[in-house]
């Protein structure tokens, strides 16, 4: 069985058609595992926040210890 196709190849054969259809998929699939990752990422970003100190924390912070040692010299 033949399926046409247009342009300079002529006919496609079901098979040829199956192949390129399922290395569609398989590339669909790549993508998808890839979002899958980027959600991982984002979610241990987001994570970060639990376990460090903030940088308007730590400069508050800083600042609360650099008043603290002026006062003691």
């Known amino acids: 069985m033949h399926v046409k196709k247009g342009g300079k190849n002529g006919n ?3 098979d040829k058609l ?4 399922n290395n569609s998929f398989e590339r669909l699939e790549e993508k998808m ?4 990752d980027i959600k991982d990422i984002r979610h241990d970003i987001l994570n970060l926040g ?24």
């Open 33 to 36: 595992a890839t979002k899958d």
């Open 12 to 14: 496609m054969t079901v």
């Open 18 to 21: 199956a192949i390129m259809m």
């Open 50 to 73: 639990d376990r460090f100190v903030s940088y308007h924390m730590f400069d508050k912070l800083a600042s609360r210890v650099h008043v603290l040692e002026k006062k003691q010299k």
